[in-house]
């Protein structure tokens, strides 16, 4: 509800595992885990990373520990709390850390339309939070129509842009590209709200 993805482990080993091999914004740790507690894991994502690490205990003698222990967590919340103190305090951390980090941090390259969300960078496309696997053409078509919205290209356009090359009688593969990428992306490919087929002319990317 407010915007964030969230993966969960429930035992502590998993948790740590994944926590040192993946990236994530932020980390909301619960100190009573199974097989390895939440002193330990905290101990050990600072070790490695400087993400942001929330600590939330049904005791408050618990918190005083991590404090006094010095395990290099950012925040920490007793239980109960509301869901709403939760998610500011992670708003509040993620903004800091970002504001802390960002000049170091170099920013991918995005195209956000209306739920799809194109990763120039790291050459990723998902459409409402859900990844599509494109081919490299795929990719670089539907990022060229992208990042040029409204705009009506030709065939043979679009066949010199991406496979860079004259157009000699085989803009069919543009067609087939079209199709396959609206295969990937559209809810319903017969009524495309992404690739629009301008008729007689080409195609051009809806905004």
Excluded at 81 to 94: I, T
Excluded at 181 to 192: A, C, F, H, Q, V
């Amino acid at each position: 509800m407010s915007g964030f993805q969230a993966e969960i482990e429930t035992r502590g080993d998993a948790g740590l595992k994944k926590a040192l091999e993946e990236d994530f914004d932020l980390f909301i740790l619960d100190l009573m885990l199974p097989n390895i507690d939440g002193f330990e894991i905290c101990k050990k994502i600072r070790e490695k990373k400087n993400t942001p690490v929330i600590v939330v205990s049904a005791k408050k003698d618990d918190i005083d520990k991590v404090r006094g222990l010095g395990l290099g967590a950012d925040d920490y919340i007793t239980k109960p709390f509301s869901p709403s103190e939760l998610v500011a305090r992670v708003k509040a951390h993620m903004a800091r850390y970002e504001r802390l980090v960002g000049s170091n941090i170099s920013q991918n390259d995005i195209i956000e339309i209306r739920g799809i969300r194109i990763d120039k960078t790291a050459r990723r496309v998902s459409v409402d939070g859900e990844e599509k696997n494109l081919t490299a053409k795929e990719f670089d078509l539907l990022t060229f129509l992208a990042s040029n919205p409204n705009h009506v290209y030709t065939k043979e356009e679009l066949f010199q842009k991406i496979w860079d090359m004259e157009s000699i009688g085989d803009i069919a593969t543009v067609t087939v590209h079209i199709k396959k990428i609206r295969e990937k992306i559209e809810l319903d490919t017969s009524n495309p709200q992404y690739i629009e087929t301008i008729w007689g002319v080409g195609y051009r990317f809806k905004i």
